[in-house]
T-cell receptor, first 115, second 114 residues
Framework: AQKVTQAQTEISVVEKEDVTLDCVYE???????LFWYKQPPSGELVFLIR??????QNEISGRYSWNFQKSTSSFNFTITASQVVDSAVYFC????????????FGTGTKLQVIP | DVKVTQSSRYLVKRTGEKVFLECVQD?????MFWYRQDPGLGLRLIYF???????EKGDIPEGYSVSREKKERFSLILESASTNQTSMYLC?????????????FGPGTRLLVL
């Protein structure tokens, strides 16, 4: 069975602060894919990043960066210099590579950026 | 851009009513999914379909059924709505080509069952 844990239910930061959202996963597969999605108040989940299990390189996209560490089964997401528009619920997800490639989502972290 | 649309953003129904939630995607994706989202529980998979007329149960299929008569449309059916089915329902689609493809989500339908 696979599992995704986002221990932080809600986080509040003041604008321009950096914030890290934690994601820990469990899987028995050796090949798998990790994702982060953003869900703004409008409700639609927006894809942010996909990472496969063979690529441990960290990635940076503007103010967003992701730290993938297989040794600790973590895929953490950092927002640098947070902005009010970053306020949303963020989901981490795991997809296996076999069968119907089921996606398992974490319970989400609600981020509030205070002006 | 991939576009996934859902027939309603908000829906209010009474207990016992039959409810249809419609989802349409415009990218010729083979795979389509229905999730429900509840506070503290994240997204849970109800049903998915990997081809026309094909369907598979997800983690919480009880009380739901689905229909996929055309490739672009995937319907979720609540045969007899109950108050515990009040939730946010999200549809998603994904290409079956390769394992790298990403799920794209619709805007969601907030269903209230009274």
């Amino acid at each position: 069975a696979q599992k995704v844990t986002q221990a932080q239910t809600e986080i509040s930061v003041v604008e321009k602060e950096d914030v890290t959202l934690d994601c820990v996963y469990e899987t028995r597969d050796t090949t798998y894919y990790l994702f982060w999605y953003k869900q703004p108040p409008s409700g639609e989940l927006v894809f942010l990043i996909r990472r496969n299990s063979f690529d441990e390189q960290n990635e940076i996209s503007g103010r967003y960066s992701w730290n993938f560490q297989k040794s600790t089964s973590s895929f953490n997401f950092t927002i640098t210099a947070s902005q009010v528009v970053d306020s949303a619920v963020y989901f981490c997800a795991l997809r296996n590579s076999g069968g119907y490639q089921k996606v398992t989502f974490g319970t989400g972290t609600k981020l509030q950026v205070i002006p | 851009d991939v576009k996934v649309t859902q027939s309603s953003r908000y829906l209010v129904k009474r207990t016992g009513e039959k409810v249809f939630l419609e989802c349409v995607q415009d990218m010729d994706h083979e795979n389509m999914f229905w999730y429900r989202q509840d506070p503290g529980l994240g997204l849970r998979l109800i049903y998915f379909s990997y081809d026309v007329k094909m369907k598979e149960k997800g983690d919480i299929p009880e009380g739901y059924s689905v229909s996929r008569e055309k490739k672009e449309r995937f319907s979720l059916i609540l045969e007899s709505a109950s108050t515990n089915q009040t939730s946010m329902y999200l549809c998603a689609s994904r290409s079956a080509t390769g394992t790298r493809e990403t799920q794209y989500f619709g805007p969601g339908t907030r269903l209230l069952v009274l």
